[in-house]
C-alpha cells in the first residue's frame, strides 16, 4: 500500500497510523461531568499516512478527500484559530499537545513531518471523527518526537488536547480511539482514566444508523451551552450546601457522600424548572457578569442570557445511574438482560431527548421507527442529529434495515450506499501503527 503524499511523489517508506472511532452504548453528555460512560470502537476509522522530514520544520498536511483541502505550516509556530471551524484544527490540537508535553521534557523537536489523511467515518454524526484526528496528530508527534507517552498518558492528553478546537468535551472518545480492544466494549471512568472490560450479550446486535443530520460540534454552540448549564447547576447546589465553588457534578456528589439517587433528589428539591437568568445566576453566585463570562462560561457562551439547570442535571444523574445499570447487567447475564439494557437504552434517549434537549426531529423519527423491532435505540455521541445505536435480535438485521430503508432513506431522496448509512457493529481494536519500512 502506498500513498501519494505528494502530488509529484509516491512516498517510498511511511507509516501508518489508524485512529478509532467509537459508538456509544450509554452514558451521553456526562463524561465532562466526570461520570463513567461505555462505548465502543467500531472498525472505520481514520488513516494517517505520514513521513518524517528531518530537515524541515514543517507540518504538510494533506487528505485524500478533496472537499477538505490541504494545509501547511510552521511546527514552530502553531496557532488554532477556534473561529475557522478548519478540519486542521483537529489534527492540529493532538500535534500541539504533544509539542507542548515535547518541550516539558526539553526533547528536540526542529523536524517536520508530510501527512496524508483518508477517513471513512461519517463526519459529524456523533461517531467521534473529530478525536480520531485529534488522536492522529498526537500518535504522529509522538513517534517523530520521541516523546515516549503510553497510551493511557495519550488519551488523556488529546482529550485535553481537543478543547483547542473550542469545544469543551470530555474524555470519552480519546479514550475508547486509543484503548479500544477487540472483542470488549469498554466502561471508561476518570480521575484517573482508566478502562474495564464489558462483554456485550452474544445473542443481540448493535446496529449504527445515520440520520444524515450533520451535527458539527466546534460550529455551534449548543454542545458548550449544555456544558455550563450543568456547570451553572452545580455551582448553585455547591453553594447552597456550603460546599464553595464546585463546577463538577461528580465533585459535588463526592463532596457531599450521596448516591446518584439523592442527588437526583437534591435537585429536583433545590433547582427550579425556570431557566436561571445570568443576573440570577449572579446573585446567587455573588459574582458580577463579568466573572461569570471569565470564570465560567466559555468563549462561544458569553452572550447566553438564560440557563436550563435543574433539567440538564437531571439527566446527568440519571444518565449515571444508567451505565452503572447496564454494566452490571452485562457483568450478571440472565435471561431478561436484553429488555433491561433495551430499557437502559431507550431511557437515556428519553432523557437526552427531553432533559438534556440534545435531539433532532428527524433523529427521534428515525428511533422511533427502529423502536418496536429493537430491545432499545437511542441517538449516540453529542446528538443534534448524527446517528443513533439500536440493539436488536440478530435475526432481525434484515427486517430493519429494509424496513428502515424505505420508511426513512428513500425518504430522504438523497443518493447514498445503504451500507454506508446503517451498519452492524461489533467492537473494534483501539488506534494502531502500521510500518511499511
Ligand atoms: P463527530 O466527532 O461527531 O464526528 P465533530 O463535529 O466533533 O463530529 O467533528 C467533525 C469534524 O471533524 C468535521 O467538521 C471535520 O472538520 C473533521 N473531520 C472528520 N472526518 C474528517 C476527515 N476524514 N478528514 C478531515 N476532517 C475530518
Ligand atoms: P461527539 O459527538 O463524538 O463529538 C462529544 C464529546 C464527548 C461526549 C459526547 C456526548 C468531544 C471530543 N466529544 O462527542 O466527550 O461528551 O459528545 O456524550 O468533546
Ligand atoms: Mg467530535
Redesign the pocket.
Known amino acids: 500500500m502506498s500513498f501519494k503524499i505528494k502530488s509529484s511523489a509516491v512516498v517510498e517508506t511511511l507509516d501508518i497510523r489508524r485512529a478509532q472511532h467509537r459508538v ?1 452504548l450509554i ?6 461531568c466526570g461520570y463513567s ?1 461505555l462505548p465502543m470502537a467500531i472498525e472505520q476509522s481514520i488513516h494517517a499516512a505520514f513521513r518524517h522530514i528531518p530537515e524541515s520544520s514543517l507540518l504538510s498536511l494533506r487528505n485524500t478527500a478533496s472537499e477538505y483541502g490541504n494545509f501547511e505550516l510552521d511546527l514552530t509556530k502553531i496557532v488554532i484559530d477556534k473561529t475557522t471551524f478548519h478540519w486542521s484544527n483537529y489534527f492540529l490540537s493532538g500535534v500541539l499537545g504533544v509539542i507542548n508535553m515535547a518541550k516539558e521534557r526539553n526533547l528536540n523537536i526542529n523536524s517536520g513531518v508530510e501527512v496524508c489523511i483518508l477517513g471513512d467515518i461519517p463526519p459529524s454524526a ?6 480520531a484526528l ?1 488522536c492522529a496528530g498526537a500518535m504522529i508527534m509522538n513517534h517523530i518526537y520521541e516523546v515516549g507517552l503510553v497510551k493511557t498518558e495519550l488519551a488523556g492528553l488529546c ?1 485535553t488536547s ?1 478543547k483547542f478546537v473550542g ?8 479514550a475508547i480511539a486509543m484503548m479500544a480492544e477487540r472483542g470488549y466494549a469498554k466502561l471508561i471512568e476518570f480521575n484517573p482514566l482508566r478502562t474495564t472490560d464489558v462483554l456485550l450479550p452474544d445473542c443481540a446486535v448493535f446496529m449504527v444508523l445515520n440520520s444524515m443530520i450533520i ?1 458539527n ?1 466546534a460550529a455551534f454552540e449548543s ?1 458548550n451551552v449544555r456544558v455550563v448549564e450543568g456547570r451553572i447547576g452545580t455551582l448553585v447546589l455547591s453553594q447552597k450546601y456550603g460546599k464553595g465553588s464546585i463546577r463538577k457534578p461528580s465533585d459535588l456528589q463526592k463532596g457531599l457522600g450521596k448516591s446518584l439517587d439523592e442527588m437526583r433528589r437534591l435537585t429536583k428539591e433545590d433547582l427550579h424548572e425556570e431557566p436561571y437568568s445570568k443576573k440570577e445566576v449572579c446573585s446567587i453566585l455573588g459574582i458580577t457578569e463579568e466573572e461569570l463570562e471569565e470564570s465560567v462560561l466559555t468563549s462561544n457562551t458569553k452572550h447566553i442570557q438564560s440557563f436550563k439547570c435543574k433539567q440538564r442535571l437531571l439527566h446527568v444523574f440519571s444518565e449515571a445511574a444508567r451505565v452503572e445499570e447496564f454494566k452490571k447487567t452485562c457483568d450478571n447475564p440472565q435471561q431478561a438482560s436484553l429488555a433491561t439494557l433495551g430499557k437502559l437504552m431507550n431511557e437515556s434517549h428519553a432523557s437526552c431527548r427531553d432533559l438534556y434537549e440534545c435531539s433532532h426531529p428527524e433523529l427521534d423519527k428515525l428511533v422511533n421507527l427502529v423502536a418496536p423491532m429493537a430491545y432499545g435505540v437511542r441517538l449516540t ?3 443534534w442529529g ?1 446517528c443513533a445505536v439500536a440493539m436488536i435480535p440478530a435475526e432481525k438485521v434484515e427486517e430493519v434495515q429494509e424496513y428502515v430503508w424505505k420508511n426513512y432513506y428513500q425518504k430522504l431522496e438523497k443518493n447514498f450506499a445503504r451500507s454506508q448509512v446503517m451498519f452492524v457493529t461489533s467492537p473494534g481494536p483501539g488506534a494502531t501503527l502500521f510500518s511499511l519500512e
Do not use: C, P, R, W
Open positions: 456509544n452514558g451521553e453528555h456526562i463524561d465532562y460512560v456523533g461517531l467521534s471523527s473529530s478525536s485529534v482529550a481537543e469545544t469543551e468535551g470530555g474524555g470519552m472518545d480519546q451535527a460540534k454542545f455521541g453529542a446528538g448524527g
